[in-house]
């Protein structure tokens, strides 16, 4: 079964800073693009960052210059660091993980489009 745990979620006031981990573990295949999604009320569940087992990385434009994805896969796990907040970073942030990561956006975080999903994590940042 595969897992995907993330941690790391908090408030912060605007201009601050957050570092989100995602561990994975159960994985029946290999390389794994790994990627963060958001939602928050009312809006759709919008694809934040994806990695690649080369380290291929990708950003939403909203986000651009301010968050940075890696991955370490000795220990199975990536990371978001995330710079320069605004208020309207402010969302539950889902780690996702997949053969492929192709999806910017969904009705809501979840299967089927892309396989796998934590459970999420709030980020809360004030003005």
């Known amino acids: 079964e595969v897992r995907l745990v993330e941690s790391g979620g908090g408030s912060v006031q605007a201009g601050g800073s957050l570092r989100l981990s995602c561990t994975a573990s159960g994985f029946t295949f290999d390389d794994p693009v790994m990627g963060w999604y958001r939602q928050s009320h009312g809006t759709e569940c919008d694809l934040v960052s994806t990695?690649?087992?080369?380290?291929?990385?990708d950003y939403a434009d909203s986000v651009k210059g301010r968050f940075t994805i890696s991955r370490d896969n000795a220990k199975n796990t990536v990371y978001l660091q995330m710079n320069s907040l605004k208020p309207e970073d402010t969302a539950q942030y889902y780690c996702?993980?997949?053969?492929?990561?192709?999806?910017?956006?969904?009705?809501?975080?979840?299967?089927?489009?892309?396989?796998?999903w934590g459970k999420g994590i709030q980020v809360t940042v004030s003005s």
């Open positions: 996702a993980a997949d053969r492929v990561i192709g999806v910017v956006a969904l009705a809501s975080c979840g299967p089927p489009y892309v396989s796998y």
């Open positions: 990695i690649s087992s080369d380290g291929s990385t």
